[in-house]
């Protein structure tokens, strides 16, 4: 993700290359980052990152600690942190880096095509042109949204962070379901990706809800109205709100932990 985030802030031309300087320890993804052409591509840190204004955490939420204990050293009161680590809280970067500018933010994979969804929220101590500024680097890869309450970052993980695994799973469903109804795999593949790239476009381009658009497809007695029937018999709504009610819950529990 911190690739994506760093080739989309040079697709956006807000950053050139020679304003990152990227860390990476491992050997093979430095000489796949270079040929990339990322020119500044580090292996270990040094006095480098004294010298920067804003520091992306990029890194699994488990290696935090090992990364908290590396840049320590190098960091004073005006550096500015952006994590898109999941689950790790504001206060715990705050007490393992020691300083309190810190950006909490939650992307989804999308982000990788710049089409991605991120909630953010940040340390009182974060200045209003820095979070300005963050915003603009975090909407290269999409959209952004701020929230004042850094429990909505947990929400946001069950709904738009883990969401695209959930569009893939109802996608597949639907694939199955259509070779069952004899169509081949590739047919059924562009039956249902197009579905869902139309109806996502259709609705971005009126002001409709989603309930106004199940009402324009549906016809009484007609052939959606008998699945939607099926769905409801089956409670999937309810379903599909008990998952992501899960999925908030687990974030919690990791954010904890």
């Known amino acids: 993700m911190g690739k994506s985030f760093a080739q989309s802030f040079l697709d956006a031309h807000i950053l050139r290359s020679s304003d990152l300087r990227i860390l990476e320890k491992n050997e093979s993804n430095c000489a796949e980052l270079e040929k990339m052409g990322f020119a500044a591509v580090h292996r270990v840190p040094d006095n480098y990152i004294k010298d920067t204004e804003l520091i992306i955490l990029a890194v699994k939420p488990q290696d935090s600690a090992a990364v908290f204990a590396v840049l320590k050293p190098y960091l004073n009161e005006d550096h500015v942190i952006l994590s898109i680590m999941a689950g790790v809280k504001l206060e715990t970067m705050a007490e393992g880096l020691g300083i309190k500018k810190i950006i909490r933010s939650m992307p989804n994979l999308p982000a990788q095509v710049g089409m991605g969804m991120t909630a953010f ?27 004042d309450d850094e429990r909505m970052i947990d929400a946001a993980t069950a709904v738009s962070g883990s969401g695209p695994a959930f569009v893939y799973y109802f996608m597949n469903s639907m694939m199955k379901a259509a070779k069952q109804m004899g169509f081949t795999e590739s047919q059924a593949d562009v039956l249902v990706w197009q579905t869902f790239i139309g109806s996502i476009h259709l609705q971005n381009k009126n002001n409709l809800s989603c309930e106004d658009w199940i009402a324009k497809v549906s016809s009484k007695g007609g052939t959606t109205e008998a699945a939607l029937k099926i769905f409801e018999a089956c409670d999937l709504e309810k379903g599909i709100v008990q998952g992501l009610e899960g999925a908030f819950k687990r974030a919690i529990e990791l954010g904890d932990s």
Not at 125 to 147: D, P
Request: overall charge positive; aromatic content about 8%.
């Open 121 to 147: 929220t940040a340390k009182d101590e974060v200045g209003r042109k820095e979070l300005i500024s963050v915003q603009n680097l975090l909407s290269t890869t999409g959209k952004a949204i701020y929230f």
